[in-house]
């Protein structure tokens, strides 16, 4: 057996993975329509949805990702969880989910059509599955990491490190893809609700010892201040602006508190299917605040995790090795398989989300809308697990070229590929929501070419900062992962697009605005 783990974190961790399974297949297995499967038969409460947005956000990717930013660059990170969240959390309450309740949609895509054209569905619809299929490869590596530090090994010829990675990767996929394919929609929400329990229970557990650890707050601030330079922001949720950080308050304001962060909780699918799922809009709208106020609590429980490690290992090779070295230093026997099931609890709660809704945009997005519109209840529920398989398979693989890019040294960390990934297209993507929300005028011409020349901005921005040295110029960013800023100037750039070319124009049909004024059922 393993010398990571005693026989009782075998037995929690087993326990835990039977129950989900079996909530999951219990959940799912009376489905009849793609209703049900994508949107849980519309009659999902407020306090479910609420407590599967956070578990959902939070995910593998976070607990490692977001530790491994605070071990890096430090407390700012949180500030992805404060400014990040909660701001665009009220106002997506209050202005945007109560229209997308309304109008009876699926996806965002769908919504793109409604108020646009078809063309900007398929493009918007195209980049959310080519960003969640690759996330889940990124997720699946994250799962692999965490579980090689703490379990170790797990064969004794070979590659063993190597070996063991995939086992978990694959593992993990298995699992998860397993009780998505049964549950759909409503499954994912009430593992959630179970998962977020364990999550936070786990985090709160790895803070509590690593701070009595290390003598309370001020006992790792002290250790911090004596490591120098190197820590001298690390305290600061508001860095300077010439500091190497990609977390300055610039970026913060700007890239995160104005484009991404309302770019995420607006328009990202695998967070609005949720409230789209709901019993009515009340609930659709309270699930949203409800999941806010939790949201207050996250910060300290993945980011400050990070700090403690920093305090005690100073000298790991990686800010993601932050989070797996203290859970092995720390924890005993019992407590580390409470950990671990914490652990893929959030991992689980983000892969089965993106599962679930990239699924839904392939089905409703792509197969319904171009290839067979008149496709029966059962026919589509067929489709979405069939196309849920696919995407588990396309996950693994990608997790490997995630694991070869690692290794390689050909990205700085995993929480820094997430963001860059979002950063291609959630700022055009916010532009032509907001221009449809808020200015009549606007039109499918405007919000294309707004997309499509703001993703065009945002991609090449990367490139150029990316490989500039071959281009004979100068870095663009004084930070190392400048993912802010290309979603703000990609923003920036879509927005001025869409008005230019609106104005250009024709104005929209009045049908493509009338909806919006929906009286509430």
Request: aromatic share 12%.
């Given at each position: 057996?393993?010398?990571?783990?005693?026989?009782?974190?075998?037995?929690?961790?087993?326990?835990?993975?039977?129950?989900?399974?079996?909530?999951?297949?219990?959940?799912?297995?009376?489905?009849?329509?793609?209703?049900?499967?994508?949107?849980?038969?519309?009659?999902?409460?407020?306090?479910?949805?609420?407590?599967?947005?956070?578990?959902?956000?939070?995910?593998?990717?976070?607990?490692?990702?977001?530790?491994?930013?605070?071990?890096?660059?430090?407390?700012?990170?949180?500030?992805?969880?404060?400014?990040?969240?909660?701001?665009?959390?009220?106002?997506?309450?209050?202005?945007?989910?109560?229209?997308?309740?309304?109008?009876?949609?699926?996806?965002?895509?769908?919504?793109?059509?409604?108020?646009?054209?078809?063309?900007?569905?398929?493009?918007?619809?195209?980049?959310?599955?080519?960003?969640?299929?690759?996330?889940?490869?990124?997720?699946?590596?994250?799962?692999?990491?965490?579980?090689?530090?703490?379990?170790?090994?797990?064969?004794?010829?070979?590659?063993?490190?190597?070996?063991?990675?995939?086992?978990?990767?694959?593992?993990?996929?298995v699992v998860v893809g397993f009780y998505?394919?049964?549950?759909?929609?409503?499954?994912?929400?009430?593992?959630?609700?179970?998962?977020?329990?364990?999550?936070?229970?786990?985090?709160?557990?790895?803070?509590?010892?690593?701070?009595?650890?290390?003598?309370?707050?001020?006992?790792?601030?002290?250790?911090?201040?004596?490591?120098?330079?190197?820590?001298?922001?690390?305290?600061?949720?508001?860095?300077?602006?010439?500091?190497?950080?990609?977390?300055?308050?610039?970026?913060?304001?700007?890239?995160?508190?104005?484009?991404?962060?309302?770019?995420?909780?607006?328009?990202?699918?695998?967070?609005?299917?949720?409230?789209?799922?709901?019993?009515?809009?009340?609930?659709?709208?309270?699930?949203?605040?409800?999941?806010?106020?939790?949201?207050?609590?996250?910060?300290?429980?993945?980011?400050?995790?990070?700090?403690?490690?920093?305090?005690?290992?100073?000298?790991?090779?990686?800010?993601?090795?932050?989070?797996?070295?203290?859970?092995?230093?720390?924890?005993?026997?019992?407590?580390?398989?409470?950990?671990?099931?914490?652990?893929?609890?959030?991992?689980?709660?983000?892969?089965?989300?993106?599962?679930?809704?990239?699924?839904?945009?392939?089905?409703?997005?792509?197969?319904?809308?171009?290839?067979?519109?008149?496709?029966?209840?059962?026919?589509?529920?067929?489709?979405?697990?069939?196309?849920?398989?696919?995407?588990?398979?396309?996950?693994?693989?990608?997790?490997?070229?995630?694991?070869?890019?690692?290794?390689?040294?050909?990205?700085?960390?995993?929480?820094?590929?997430?963001?860059?990934?979002?950063?291609?297209?959630?700022?055009?993507?916010?532009?032509?929501?907001?221009?449809?929300?808020?200015?009549?005028?606007?039109?499918?011409?405007?919000?294309?070419?707004?997309?499509?020349?703001?993703?065009?901005?945002?991609?090449?921005?990367?490139?150029?900062?990316?490989?500039?040295?071959?281009?004979?110029?100068?870095?663009?960013?004084?930070?190392?992962?400048?993912?802010?800023?290309?979603?703000?100037?990609?923003?920036?750039?879509?927005?001025?697009?869409?008005?230019?070319?609106?104005?250009?124009?024709?104005?929209?049909?009045?049908?493509?605005?009338?909806?919006?004024?929906?009286?509430?059922?």
């Open positions: 057996m393993p010398s990571g783990l005693a026989p009782i974190d075998y037995a929690i961790l087993a326990a835990y993975l039977v129950a989900t399974i079996g909530i999951g297949i219990a959940i799912g297995w009376k489905f009849e329509s793609g209703r049900d499967f994508f949107l849980a038969g519309r009659s999902l409460p407020w306090w479910a949805i609420g407590m599967s947005l956070v578990a959902s956000d939070i995910g593998g990717t976070d607990i490692i990702g977001a530790g491994g930013a605070a071990y890096t660059f430090g407390i700012a990170v949180a500030n992805f969880e404060w400014i990040g969240c909660v701001p665009a959390m009220i106002v997506a309450a209050f202005v945007f989910v109560p229209v997308f309740w309304r109008t009876g949609i699926y996806t965002i895509p769908e919504f793109m059509e409604r108020r646009y054209h078809a063309s900007m569905r398929t493009a918007l619809a195209l980049c959310w599955i080519v960003f969640m299929a690759c996330n889940l490869g990124i997720m699946l590596y994250a799962s692999g990491k965490m579980l090689n530090v703490l379990i170790g090994p797990v064969f004794d010829t070979g590659d063993a490190t190597g070996r063991t990675l995939a086992f978990w990767i694959v593992l993990t996929a998505t394919f049964f549950g759909g929609l409503k499954a994912v929400v009430y593992t959630d609700v179970i998962q977020c329990v364990i999550m936070i229970a786990g985090c709160l557990l790895i803070l509590g010892i690593g701070l009595r650890d290390l003598g309370g707050w001020d006992g790792m601030m002290t250790r911090l201040d004596a490591l120098g330079e190197r820590t001298a922001h690390h305290g600061d949720l508001i860095v300077p602006a010439d500091q190497p950080s990609p977390f300055v308050w610039p970026a913060v304001l700007f890239g995160l508190a104005m484009v991404l962060s309302p770019a995420y909780w607006i328009g990202n699918q695998a967070i609005i299917q949720r409230s789209l799922g709901a019993k009515n809009q009340f609930h659709a709208q309270a699930a949203y605040v409800w999941g806010a106020v939790l949201k207050i609590l996250i910060p300290l429980l993945i980011a400050v995790p990070g700090l403690i490690a920093l305090a005690k290992f100073p000298d790991l090779e990686s800010g993601d090795h932050a989070v797996p070295t203290l859970v092995s230093a720390l924890l005993p026997p019992g407590l580390r398989g409470l950990f671990l099931a914490a652990f893929i609890a959030a991992l689980m709660s983000s892969v089965d989300s993106y599962l679930n809704s990239a699924a839904t945009l392939v089905t409703n997005d792509l197969y319904l809308r171009h290839i067979a519109p008149g496709a029966g209840d059962h026919r589509v529920l067929a489709v979405g697990r069939a196309v849920t398989i696919g995407l588990m398979l396309w996950a693994i693989g990608f997790a490997f070229v995630v694991k070869a890019m690692d290794e390689s040294g050909g990205a700085s960390g995993i929480y820094a590929i997430f963001q860059t990934l979002m950063a291609f297209f959630q700022g055009p993507a916010l532009a032509t929501l907001l221009c449809g929300f808020l200015w009549r005028r606007a039109n499918a011409a405007g919000a294309l070419t707004g997309f499509m020349g703001g993703m065009a901005v945002s991609i090449g921005l990367f490139v150029l900062h990316r490989w500039h040295a071959s281009f004979g110029i100068e870095p663009l960013f004084q930070v190392p992962e400048p993912f802010l800023y290309f979603s703000v100037w990609a923003f920036l750039t879509a927005l001025a697009l869409i008005i230019v070319v609106s104005l250009a124009t024709r104005p929209a049909a009045p049908e493509k605005t009338a909806f919006l004024d929906a009286p509430r059922p």
